[in-house]
C-alpha cells in the first residue's frame, strides 16, 4: 500500500529537485524527506531519483510515477473535499413547495439565483402547489422547504417560519358584476351572493373568505391552479380571492377590487428538526433575500 505522505514527498522533491528546498516547503527535516523518498522505493522496488550526480534528476521510473502520484493526490484531495461537502452540507438536495405568488412575484426567481451563488452544488428541486397543500406536504415530510402565502394557515409549533414578503388581498369577479356601492367601496352583501373559487385541493382549504369578509361564501369550488381560477372568473362564473402578485394571470375581462387592510404573509417554513447544516445555511440566505427584498419596498 502506498503511503500518500510519501507521495507527496516525492512530489515535492520533484518540484525543487534539491531535498533542501522540499524539506523547507514541506515543513519537514531533510532526513525525514530522505527516508521517505527510500521508503516509497523499496515499495516501488527500484529507485526514483538519480543520485550519482550533484544535480537531481528523475530516473525513468521516477518520471512516469510522478504524473501518477499526482493524480492519486489530486483524487485523494477530492474524495475528502467530497466528503467534507457532504458532511457540512455544502453538497446536498433540497426539495422546495413553492406556491403560484411565489412564481409570479418573481420571488422564486430570486431564490434560485442566490442558492446558485451561495450553494453552487446544491441541487433545489421544486414543486407548486396551494398553501395549504404546501403545509401538509411539509409537515408529512414529502417536502424540506415551504415557500407560500399563509393568510389563514394554522400552523403547527413543530414548524419553524422566517417571514419573506407580504402581499395585497384582491378581490377578482368579471367586470359585468356590480361589486361596489355609490361611494365605491366594495358592497360586501353584493360579494357574499357570489360563488366562489378557493386555490387548494379538495382535502385542504383554509378560510381565506371567512377571514376577510366574515362570512361563509354560498358556494366553493376548490380548484388546484391560480390559472385554472383566472379562467373561470374571466367566464364570470364566480370570484375569488387572490394575491395581488397573481393578477399578472388574468384578461381585461376580469375586475380587480384591493381589499383595504387584508394582507398575504408570505412564510419561508421547515419543520424544527429539520437543522442539517445545509439547511441552517439556506434559511440564513433566506433571511438575506427577506431583507433585500424589505429594502428595496420601503426604498
Known amino acids: 500500500m502506498l503511503d500518500p505522505k510519501q507521495m507527496q514527498a516525492f512530489c515535492a522533491l520533484a518540484e525543487h529537485m534539491h531535498f533542501?528546498?522540499?524539506?523547507?516547503?514541506?515543513?519537514?527535516?531533510?532526513?525525514?524527506?530522505?527516508?521517505?523518498?527510500?521508503?516509497?522505493?523499496?515499495?516501488l522496488g527500484a529507485p526514483l531519483i538519480n543520485r550519482t550526480n550533484r544535480?537531481?534528476?528523475?530516473?525513468?521510473?521516477?518520471?512516469?510515477?510522478?504524473?501518477?502520484?499526482?493524480?492519486?493526490?489530486?483524487?485523494?484531495?477530492?474524495?475528502?473535499?467530497?466528503?467534507?461537502?457532504i458532511l457540512d452540507g455544502t453538497a446536498a438536495t433540497l426539495r422546495l413547495g413553492v406556491c403560484t405568488g411565489t412564481i409570479n412575484s418573481g420571488i422564486l426567481a430570486r431564490l434560485l439565483a442566490k442558492s446558485?451563488?451561495?450553494?453552487?452544488?446544491?441541487?433545489?428541486?421544486?414543486?407548486?402547489?396551494?398553501?395549504?397543500?404546501?403545509?401538509?406536504?411539509?409537515?408529512?415530510?414529502h417536502i424540506d422547504v415551504a415557500l407560500t402565502t399563509t393568510k389563514s394557515l394554522d400552523i403547527p409549533n413543530h414548524v419553524i417560519s422566517v417571514p419573506i414578503s407580504e402581499w395585497n388581498a384582491t378581490l377578482i369577479a368579471h367586470k359585468r358584476f356590480a361589486l361596489t356601492n355609490a361611494q365605491g367601496d366594495l358592497d360586501v352583501e353584493a360579494v357574499s351572493k357570489l360563488p366562489f373559487y378557493v386555490f387548494e385541493h379538495h382535502h385542504a382549504s383554509p378560510r381565506v373568505i371567512e377571514h376577510?369578509?366574515?362570512?361563509?361564501?354560498?358556494?366553493?369550488?376548490?380548484?388546484?391552479?391560480?390559472r385554472l381560477i383566472a379562467s373561470y372568473v374571466d367566464q364570470g362564473l364566480g370570484a375569488a380571492i387572490i394575491p395581488d402578485v397573481d393578477t399578472v394571470l388574468l384578461t381585461d375581462n376580469t375586475a380587480c377590487y384591493r381589499i383595504p387592510g387584508a394582507k398575504m404573509p408570505v412564510l419561508a417554513m421547515r419543520l424544527v428538526n429539520s437543522?442539517?447544516?445545509?439547511?441552517?445555511?439556506?434559511?440564513?440566505?433566506?433571511?438575506?433575500?427577506?431583507?433585500?427584498?424589505?429594502?428595496?419596498?420601503s426604498g
Open 20 to 43: 533542501g528546498k522540499a524539506a523547507k516547503a514541506l515543513g519537514v527535516s531533510q532526513s525525514t524527506l530522505s527516508t521517505q523518498i527510500r521508503a516509497l522505493e523499496e515499495a
Open 55 to 85: 544535480t537531481l534528476t528523475l530516473t525513468k521510473l521516477g518520471e512516469t510515477f510522478l504524473a501518477d502520484a499526482r493524480n492519486i493526490l489530486a483524487m485523494m484531495e477530492c474524495a475528502l473535499k467530497n466528503t467534507s461537502d
Open 212 to 226: 376577510i369578509f366574515s362570512f361563509k361564501p354560498r358556494r366553493i369550488t376548490r380548484l388546484p391552479s391560480a
Open 275 to 297: 437543522n442539517s447544516p445545509m439547511m441552517m445555511r439556506f434559511f440564513h440566505m433566506l433571511r438575506d433575500l427577506s431583507a433585500e427584498l424589505e429594502s428595496e419596498k
Open 116 to 141: 446558485s451563488e451561495y450553494f453552487p452544488k446544491l441541487e433545489l428541486l421544486s414543486i407548486e402547489e396551494p398553501p395549504a397543500t404546501l403545509l401538509s406536504e411539509l409537515c408529512d415530510g
